[in-house]
């Protein structure tokens, strides 16, 4: 299927916002749920938003509740992560992914077979 390529990643100062994109190239993933999870040296993916086939529900942990926001643009074939009041801690690798098998949010990496190659997002204190 479609390859998915992060973009938009950098260095912010803590406080700061970071807006992710996610683009589908070579065909798209409109049919299926949609996710982001992060990565830190040394540290296993975490789950950090999902969002449904038809992008009216959406999924995030405590961690980042009510400073991200995933949304989805089937047009541009695109994901978007907007990140605020970013924290150190939220710094690492952000991967996007695509759920085939599934419509609904769901929040575990063995629940979705697509990925990207990742953007580096690092959050100074």
């Known amino acids: 299927q479609a390859q998915l390529v992060e973009s938009g990643g950098g260095l912010v100062q803590a406080g700061g916002s970071l807006r992710l994109s996610c683009a589908a190239s070579?065909?798209?993933?409109?049919?299926?749920?949609m996710g982001w999870f992060r990565q830190a040296p040394g540290k296993e993916r975490e789950f950090v938003a999902a969002?449904?086939?038809?992008?009216?529900?959406?999924l995030y942990p405590d961690s980042v509740k009510g400073r991200f926001t995933v949304s989805r643009d089937s047009a541009k074939n695109t994901v978007v992560l907007q990140m605020n009041s970013l924290k150190p801690e939220d710094t690492g690798v952000y991967y996007c992914?695509?759920?085939?098998?599934?419509?609904?949010?769901?929040?575990?990496?063995?629940?979705?077979?697509?990925w990207g190659q990742g953007t580096q997002v690092t959050v100074s204190s």
């Open positions: 992914a695509a759920a085939t098998s599934y419509v609904g949010t769901v929040s575990l990496v063995r629940q979705y077979d697509y």
């Open positions: 969002i449904s086939r038809s992008g009216s529900a959406t």
């Open positions: 070579g065909g798209t993933f409109s049919g299926s749920a």
